[in-house]
């Protein structure tokens, strides 16, 4: 307000040295008669209204009509008011003095909004700048508050990030508005009193956080451009922070995936070893029977380790997403014939019987992964099954594809189980005594699966019948060539 | 009774140690290298009919080993792998060997294997009593010896076995099931992939343009065919 006052008296002081300087110049330097004075009276209201506010312009339209008035109407020398014409000087000289005023204020009001804009501007730039270029290291909330603070001449900054719950402040004074801060969140509206103004910061969404501000008024846009940048920082810092972890767990997988590797390649070793030693000895037709016991429960244990290595190493290569599929030309019948003539030895007295449907097409597949899952599922066929029942597989073949049914005569699957099964490391109850380490069906359907098939139970009336299909080659041509393995490779 | 001499060359102390006890029990001449190195300098110093090679060896590996054995002796190879992926097999079947086996094996199959390997077959010295003659080809099979524009080739004892016998039957598709037990024994039958690589071994070796075959054509589907243009010379 004291700046107001000395600017008042500034412009009073020119204008009446304007007026005095007007009046002397007409009366002596250049005598002009009445009309001429008015109007160089007239210029000079209009240039001072241009230069000062309303209250100088109209007190100087005043004190020029008063001179007008004494110095050139008739009689001169005196104050003639009743004069009309003295009336309608004074109503020129005010219209004048009021439109000027006016519209150089209304001139001048607009430019210094247009610099308050660009100011603002500015500072908005070199904030958006330095949210959106920060590095990912840097604790982004209070940066932010701090920014807000000293580009906007703030003296208080509290910025509330309703994830993790806490508050970064920024400016010189403190800001204790907590309870605020999580209204505006749970409201989603804002709360300003006075100087202090409290938003939310939504980014198409629920509010994910507040502002509350203590300084100089922003204009609404700025308020909004604020708290847009600051979601977005938000949201940023978020998605990198997802991204990252991604990553770690990506390469704590491949880690996992090479270390596996690794110890399969370390349990090989003396497996080999083992495994030459045992069929070595029990090759030899007059041992005693009590050896020969000995060395073969040596030998099947030795193959049951190197099953559970193998498994653990595909089952990782899986997880990894490194598996790769080499798809060739397969004839489903020819292949299945060697996978069951496999079982010959371990399938001793049952009976395992395969019946190829005539006429079934080529498919393109990894051979050595579908005889894999294959042998999964017969494997299991027998393991679960009495010992003297018959375990029977059959190939039929539809429009889309090839079908693998492997039928059981055991217990079967109840409903509930049915989609568990396939589950990692899932063992029925029950069975705890039968080998295996709960990832063979896993890893069966996760193969057929990325080949384009799926892997189920179906429905029969005794018994428990595995379904396999597998689609036909003209399908997959039309995916490219090799794929990796997933373990949600979708249907 | 010495049934044959064996180089066993595998970095790890046990399995060398195994397959000694059971290869000496069986008959077999055994003597043993730590590496692809010292193999080399064994084979240098004696002949051996067979090698049982690992693939996984630090220094010098495996495949480069049987290469570089490739390169001066004819000697059986059996490699000894770790991983069963296709693309193992096949590239020990390039390197040269003749054969591979994957670890942990049982040793009744390597023996198998071992003989198969060894096994020759008899030369039918009244099919072919001299010397085949054609454009850039000589073939004489009793002599076992193939010259290709001038230059003699060696040819492993598989490889000329194979070519041996697709000779005894010019002109007519040969299954690929007969084919393998002939050469390779009766254990053998549905590893079509070896004799897709030792066919690929042997044009490289004797056709004069490899991928174009005009004498070891492939029958799509069926085997493999020599083909003997019209009544080839024979002296």
């Known amino acids: 307000m004291f700046i107001q006052w000395k600017i008042l008296i500034r412009q009073l002081a020119w204008s009446a040295i304007v007026l005095i300087a007007v009046t002397l110049v007409c009366i002596r330097v250049f005598p002009v008669n009445a009309t001429t004075a008015g109007l160089v009276y007239l210029i000079a209201i209009l240039g001072i209204a241009s230069a000062s506010g309303l209250a100088t312009a109209v007190a100087s339209s005043l004190a020029a009509m008063l001179c007008f008035n004494y110095f050139f109407l008739p009689p001169v020398g005196q104050f003639t008011i009743a004069d009309p014409q003295n009336w309608i000087a004074l109503a020129a000289f005010l219209i004048a003095a009021l439109v000027a005023s006016r519209l150089s204020s209304h001139a001048r009001s607009q430019a210094r909004e247009a610099r308050r804009r660009v100011e603002e501007s500015e500072h908005l730039y070199a904030f958006s700048r330095a949210i959106l270029l920060a590095g990912p290291d840097q604790p982004l909330g209070s940066h932010a508050a701090q920014q807000i603070a000293e580009l906007f001449n703030c003296r208080a900054v509290a910025l509330f990030d309703a994830k993790t719950g806490e508050t970064f402040r920024g400016g010189v004074e403190d800001l204790p508005a907590e309870d605020k801060l999580k209204e505006a969140v749970e409201r989603g509206v804002r709360i300003g009193n006075g100087q202090v103004i409290v938003a939310p910061v939504i980014l198409g969404g629920p509010p994910i956080g507040s502002l509350a501000l203590k300084g100089p008024p922003f204009s609404e846009d700025a308020l909004r451009a604020v708290l847009n940048l600051v979601a977005i920082a938000f949201e940023r810092v978020r998605a990198q922070e997802a991204a990252s972890a991604v990553q770690a767990a990506r390469q704590s997988e491949e880690l996992k995936s090479t270390l596996l590797d690794a110890i399969a390649h370390e349990f090989k070793t003396p497996l080999t070893s083992i495994k030459a030693a045992s069929t070595s000895m029990l090759s030899n037709g007059s041992l005693a029977p009590q050896i020969r016991e000995l060395g073969t429960i040596i030998d099947e244990e030795a193959d049951r380790m190197n099953s559970l290595v193998t498994e653990a190493v595909r089952m990782s290569q899986i997880e990894a997403g490194k598996m790769r599929l080499e798809r060739t030309a397969v004839d489903v019948g020819a292949l299945l014939s060697d996978v069951v003539a496999q079982f010959g030895p371990r399938a001793e007295g049952r009976e395992l019987s395969l019946t190829v449907s005539p006429g079934l097409p080529q498919i393109s597949a990894d051979s050595e992964l579908v005889s894999l899952a294959i042998r999964q599922l017969i494997d299991n066929a027998l393991k679960y099954s009495p010992p003297a029942s018959p375990v029977r597989v059959r190939i039929d073949s539809g429009p889309d594809g090839v079908y693998v049914h492997v039928h059981d005569d055991g217990p079967g699957i109840p409903p509930r189980d049915r989609e568990r099964v396939f589950q990692k490391f899932y063992r029925r109850a029950g069975k705890a005594n039968v080998p295996g380490s709960g990832l063979g069906l896993f890893i069966a359907r996760a193969i057929v699966r990325t080949h384009g098939g799926d892997v189920w139970i179906e429905e029969t009336g005794g018994g428990c019948e595995f379904c396999m299909s597998l689609p036909l080659q003209k399908e997959i041509a039309e995916k490219r060539g090799q794929t990796t393995l997933s373990p949600d490779a979708n249907r | ?235």
């Open chain 2, 1 to 235: 009774m010495n049934v044959g001499r064996i180089l066993v060359v595998d970095d790890e102390p046990q399995i060398r140690r195994v397959l000694r006890s059971t290869l000496t029990a069986e008959g077999y001449e055994v003597r043993d290298a730590r590496t692809g190195e010292d193999a080399l300098t064994a084979l240098r110093e004696e002949r051996f009919d067979l090698i049982l090679l690992d693939m996984n060896m630090p220094g010098m590996g495996g495949m480069e080993t049987c290469r570089q054995i490739r390169e001066s002796s004819e000697a059986a190879i059996i490699m000894l792998t770790v991983r069963d992926a296709e693309e193992d097999k096949v590239a020990a079947l390039n390197a040269g060997a003749d054969d591979y086996i994957t670890k942990p094996f049982s040793t009744p199959e390597l023996l198998a294997r071992i003989r198969a390997a060894l096994r020759r077959l008899p030369v039918a010295a009244q099919a072919h009593p001299e010397s085949i003659h054609l454009p850039g080809l000589e073939i004489n099979l009793p002599m076992r010896r193939i010259v290709v524009k001038g230059r003699e080739v060696r040819l492993t004892p598989k490889e000329f076995d194979l070519l041996q016998y697709l000779l005894a039957n010019p002109n007519v598709p040969i299954p690929h099931g007969r084919l393998l037990q002939a050469v390779w024994g009766p254990d053998y039958g549905g590893q079509v992939e070896y004799l897709r690589v030792f066919m690929n071994r042997l044009r490289k070796k004797i056709e004069p343009e490899p991928s174009a075959p005009r004498y070891l054509v492939t029958e799509p589907w069926v085997g493999y065919r020599f083909v003997l243009p019209g009544e080839a010379d024979r002296l």
